[in-house]
């Protein structure tokens, strides 16, 4: 075959999630910091030009009598405006922190990244403490002078844009408000977490050049330790990674997933072949953080989801509703990945050699994880039953043969978990019977 007719690499197309970004989405400074910056810098230019309007009026009339005029009525607006921004400002924040407490009680902790992270919330926060700041500015520029031919500054740019602020303000606190009841609502955070978990899985799928069946490192492999800080594994620099293989003539295999905590001295990669590099260039090519991310995380999508059902289930807030809607997002999960290969992710380098295994949840760990802990907290609620039933029976149907030996177990432990909930036969058969809506 010739080198025209050989197949071509395909190139690993990752993004390396950046710690500085991710810092930056997680905190609530950056943009409120940026606008106010720019309130300054736009106090100031308004000013200038009030100014320049002031001379030149004076330059062709010879006095600012008619827009001295508008002074006093653009002082009380102004004014007005920064008495009544400092109030609004204190109403966002407070309806932020009632959204925050109550998403954690009712959902999960996982979920308020939904809420920190929400751009609209920033943007509305950031806009009306640069209006408070534009129109607390403008005011320290005001020229007190009532004769209008040595009248140096009337704050007319000045005045026009704090309304223009104030408009922008109220249109984004309109949009403040509408988002935040929709993060309130659980089928709209439930779909987010689901649409956010298709967008890992399609990653998957278009980034790895191979997914094979797990191989064993041989027993002369050396084992690299984590030499930073402990952490959980938030995303792995696989280009950086490859290289290094690549520049050792070793393939690395990665021992933890994405998600897996990790403190120093664990096992982080193994070397097979070739000469091991020192411990802190693989440290280097792991992000290292305090919480998770969808960024590489499979698995984190199904957590959150389970999270969600599981607190539902909870006597303090008994709402199998909401966890039939956690399932039925679950199921949609499982039913897209039956057809994917599991095993472990393998990475070449430029020449068609494979430098980096990474491994990734089975399917077995994969079930386990969807239904284990729903079944045990519901299994004495027959809608939460009757819908895990149905997902079972409906992922039995068209995953493969090699497939469904987790399912058919999750289905006995179902049978098990209301066999020691509901005595009665009757309940009990009206319990494992399948229903997409749970009780339809």
Not at 110 to 116: D, E, F, H, P, S
Not at 137 to 155: F, R
Not at 267 to 275: A, E, L, N, Q, S
Not at 337 to 348: H, I, K, Q, S, W
Request: charged share 20%; hydrophobic share 45%.
């Amino acid at each position: 075959m010739t080198d025209r007719q050989q197949p071509r690499q395909r190139r690993l197309r990752h993004r390396p999630l950046s710690p500085l970004r991710e810092h930056l989405r997680d905190s609530f400074w950056f943009a409120p910091l940026l606008t106010c910056l720019a309130a300054v810098l736009t106090a100031g230019a308004t000013s200038w030009l009030d100014a320049e309007l002031v001379h030149e009026e004076i330059a062709e009339t010879g006095s600012a009598a008619d827009l001295l005029a508008f002074t006093s009525g653009a002082k009380a607006v102004v004014s007005t405006v920064s008495s009544a921004m400092l109030t609004f400002i204190g109403v966002v924040f407070s309806i932020s922190l009632v959204a925050l407490q109550m998403a954690a009680s009712q959902m999960s902790p996982r979920v308020l990244r939904l809420y920190v992270r929400s751009r609209i919330t920033k943007a509305t926060f950031s806009v009306c403490l640069a209006t408070f700041l534009f129109t607390l500015l403008v005011q320290l520029g005001y020229d007190d002078t009532t004769d209008p031919t040595k009248v140096t500054s009337v704050p007319v740019v000045s005045t026009v844009v704090a309304v223009l602020l104030v408009l922008l303000s109220l249109t984004l606190f309109v949009l403040y408000v509408q988002s935040t009841q929709r993060l309130l609502r659980v089928p709209h955070v439930i779909d987010r977490v689901t649409r956010e978990s298709v967008g890992v899985l399609t990653t998957y799928r278009w980034m790895a050049p191979e997914t094979g069946p797990r191989m064993e490192p041989p027993a002369d492999s050396v084992t690299l330790l984590h030499a930073g800080n402990s952490g959980v594994l938030r995303d792995v620099n696989l280009a950086r990674l490859v290289r290094a293989a690549r520049r050792h003539d070793a393939v690395f295999h990665l021992v933890p997933r994405i998600g897996d905590f990790i403190a120093p001295g664990t096992p982080t990669v193994m070397v097979v072949g070739g000469t091991p590099p020192r411990p802190h260039r693989i440290t280097s090519a792991l992000n290292i953080g305090v919480d998770r991310t969808m960024h590489q995380d499979l698995s984190f999508g199904f957590r959150q989801l389970v999270d969600i059902a599981i607190r539902a289930l909870s006597p303090a807030v008994n709402d199998p509703t909401t966890a039939v809607q956690a399932i039925d997002r679950i199921h949609q999960l499982l039913a897209m990945l039956a057809g994917y290969p599991f095993g472990e992710l393998r990475y070449r380098d430029r020449d068609g050699t494979v430098r980096l295994v990474q491994p990734i949840p089975d399917w077995q760990c994969t079930i386990d994880l969807a239904f284990t802990e729903i079944r045990i907290c519901g299994g004495g609620q027959p809608q939460v039953t009757r819908r895990l039933a149905a997902a079972l029976d409906d992922l039995l149907r068209i995953t493969p043969e090699d497939r469904r030996p987790p399912l058919l177990a999750q289905r006995a432990l179902l049978e098990r978990a209301v066999a020691e909930h509901v005595p009665d036969p009757a309940n009990r058969s009206f319990a494992l019977a399948p229903d997409r809506q749970g009780i339809g």
